[in-house]
């Protein structure tokens, strides 16, 4: 299929419904994620966000609707088939095992992508030992770029939430992802950590060229790396659009930015609270 390309990938959400017995999660969401695309997704709790996530990454099964990419439906597809052609998928609580080092979980991340087989590596053939290398050589590049070096030997339980979600992030880089999605990767963490997010995101996203369909509670940060934002609630799209547009939708506002006036006034272009950045620009 195509979908088995390179590239970032294209994704479509065809009137997806997914119903927990009586309550409908996910309401007839359509959405249409371009190659290289960020769209942030907000709403409050328990609006279908993850729900929504689950469905395109195959973890539950939608009641009726489609999921679309790069024009291939891959409604019968298994998660890990899934996978298998670069869908990517990160957890709201950071899915990592707690008695590996860094530099362990980013070996078993780029193995996850590039499997030597045992008996090439048993009698050390020439070209797994290249490929040994190579995956070092990857590795090194990314703790690097992520600012892991300090914690390469350290055990991931031993590790704060903030570090732990930015190895997370290291080893979906590493996954090579063509469409990622990204439950919350700030969640849990203090304030002033998710703000040092914005760079990591923003090089993750660099780094793999990839779509990105990133949920995110916190509205600033999620609208500063967005392309375009979604806005869900009780299931449901109820705006989309530039970043811009959304946060001044009165539909938006209803729904959950005017919510609180938190929300709200964070989310402008500079909040107010927040005056050492200086002037913003035009
Ligand atoms: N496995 C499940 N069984 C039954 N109901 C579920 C299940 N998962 C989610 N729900 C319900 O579906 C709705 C949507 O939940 P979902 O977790 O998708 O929301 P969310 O937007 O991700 O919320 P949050 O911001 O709190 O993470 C909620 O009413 C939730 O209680
Ligand atoms: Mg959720």
Avoid at 24 to 32: F, I, N, P, Y
Avoid at 96 to 108: A, C, G, I, K, S
Avoid at 161 to 171: E, H, M
Avoid at 228 to 241: I, K, L, N, P
Wanted: net charge negative; aromatic share 4%.
């Amino acid at each position: 299929m195509t979908a088995s390309g390179t590239g970032p990938a294209h994704l479509e959400v065809r009137e997806l419904v997914v119903s927990f017995g009586g309550v409908r999660a996910v309401d007839g969401v359509s959405l249409e994620l371009s190659p290289g695309e960020v769209l942030a997704l907000v709403g409050a709790n328990g609006s279908g966000k993850t729900t929504l996530l689950d469905a395109i990454s195959g973890l539950v099964t939608p009641a009726a609707g489609h999921v679309v990419l790069d024009g291939e439906n891959v409604d019968d597809l298994l998660p890990e088939e899934r996978a298998a052609v670069g869908l990517v998928r990160s957890f709201q609580d950071a899915r990592l095992f707690p008695e590996l080092t860094v530099e362990d979980t980013l070996l078993l991340s780029e193995d996850g992508r590039n499997p030597s087989d045992v008996v090439s590596i048993t009698f050390r053939l020439p070209w797994a030992r290249r490929s040994e290398r190579a995956k070092r050589a990857d590795i090194d590049d990314v703790i690097g770029s992520f600012r892991l070096g300090a914690f390469r030997h350290r055990r991931i339980g031993q590790l704060s939430t903030g570090t732990r979600r930015v190895v997370d992030l290291a080893s979906i880089a590493l996954a090579r992802p063509r469409l990622l999605l990204l439950d919350e990767p700030t969640a849990g963490i203090a304030q002033r950590e998710a703000e040092a997010f914005v760079p990591l995101l923003r090089r993750l996203q660099q780094m793999t060229g990839c779509t990105v369909l990133l949920v995110e509670h916190d509205v600033p940060l999620a609208f500063e790396l967005c392309d375009r934002a979604v806005v869900m609630a009780t299931g449901a799209v109820v705006s989309v659009g530039p970043p811009d547009v959304v946060r001044h939708d009165p539909r938006a506002l209803e729904a959950y930015l005017g919510a609180s006036e938190e929300v709200l006034r964070a989310s402008g272009p500079l909040a107010p609270a927040q005056p050492a950045g200086g002037l913003a620009g035009p």
